[in-house]
């Protein structure tokens, strides 16, 4: 890491700033936030000098959503408030329990 981006008392802005004072950036040629920022008031990402990228792009949603009956949701948004949890983080939690417990049989 350049010595320049390494910490220095004062304020975190303050570091970055020394940190992007060691480079310029590649389009707007700026070494500061400051200056980044007033080139792109004065300039159209559109009209920049910049070149398409292909790339292949898998998202996949990492959450599962099951139906419930109401008034079970009811119950289960009691509870969780009660232990200070979201709904969803104690219904987790408990499914994760259950879980363990049936692989270990």
Not at 21 to 38: C, D, F, H, Q
Not at 72 to 85: N, Y
């Amino acid at each position: 890491m350049d010595a320049l981006c390494r910490y220095r008392p004062g304020t975190w802005l303050q570091a970055r700033e020394d940190c992007m004072a060691a480079s310029k950036t590649p389009v707007s040629g700026a070494s500061s936030y400051r200056e980044i920022g007033e080139y792109w008031d004065e300039h159209d990402l559109s009209k920049a000098n910049t070149h398409e990228v292909e790339m292949d792009v898998d998202i996949q949603s990492s959450v599962t959503y099951f139906s419930m009956d109401r008034s079970l949701a009811e119950k289960l948004r009691t509870i969780a408030a009660h232990e200070g949890l979201s709904p969803e983080t104690l219904l987790d939690k408990w499914v994760q329990e259950h879980t363990n417990t049936h692989s270990t049989k």
